[in-house]
């Protein structure tokens, strides 16, 4: 079972701060925050991922709390294509496969 | 650099024949994984190939296998196939097993 607890839907007007929230209660010491997400019918796209300190790259910004039971996704400004599902994937550093919940659908409209 | 490419994009059979879909991982990557998404059971991880050798496997029926060949580039099979294979099936490759793996478009299979 996935080890992540996201909301199933979020909305955000185009040009806005989309702010997708992760709980991962029982992550390891070693366990890595992963996103992903997946536009309709195409593979899952890498989006970010991190341990304990905050990320940044040119998608968006990875927040992660000081006790790491629960992270923040941020696309800064965003746009009708980041109309997708988003995954949060917590897994440790040699685990084979990652384990997809439901996700989060993010709606963002004009 | 070419991302994962998977062979065909989109495939139709009848219940009761096989398929082989196939990927080409991205370049240097030596291990390839397959997923299975469908409406109901979302993304489930089927295998995992490292250096031509299966190194993990999901909870799917033995009619699901793979093979990875020398240059990396992998095949999955599905024999038998039940109206249930009808789905999105995904290939996703990375360098080592601590590193990210990147995902190919998939191939739609629609089992008639």
């Known amino acids: 079972d996935a080890k992540t607890t996201q909301p199933p839907s979020m909305d955000c007007a185009e040009g806005r701060a989309a702010n997708l929230p992760c709980n991962h209660s029982t992550i390891s010491g070693n366990e890595y925050v992963y996103w992903y997400r997946q536009i309709h019918s195409q593979g899952p796209q890498y989006i970010i991922h991190g341990l304990k300190n905050n990320e940044t790259n040119e998608m968006a910004s990875l927040i992660i709390t000081e006790d790491r039971k629960s992270s923040t996704l941020i696309l800064p400004h965003a746009t009708l294509r980041d109309t997708a599902v988003y995954y949060c994937?917590?897994?440790?550093?040699?685990?084979?496969?990652?384990?997809f919940g439901k996700g989060t659908k993010l709606s963002v409209k004009p | 650099k070419a991302g994962v490419t998977q062979t065909p994009r989109y495939l139709i059979k009848t219940r009761g024949q096989q398929v082989t879909l196939s990927c080409s991982p991205i370049?240097?990557?030596?291990?390839v994984s397959w997923y299975q998404q469908t409406p109901g059971q979302g993304l489930q991880f089927l295998f995992e190939y490292f250096s031509e050798t299966q190194r993990n496997k999901g909870n799917f029926p033995g009619r699901f296998s793979g093979r990875q060949f020398s240059n990396s580039r992998s095949e999955m099979n599905v024999s038998t196939l039940e109206l249930g294979d009808s789905a999105l099936y995904l290939c996703?490759?990375?360098?080592?097993?601590?590193?990210?793996?990147?995902f190919g478009p998939g191939t739609r299979l629609t089992v008639l």
């Open positions: 996703a490759s990375r360098r080592g097993r601590a590193d990210t793996q990147y």
């Open positions: 994937i917590v897994r440790g550093g040699s685990q084979g496969n990652l384990i």
């Open positions: 370049s240097g990557h030596r291990s």
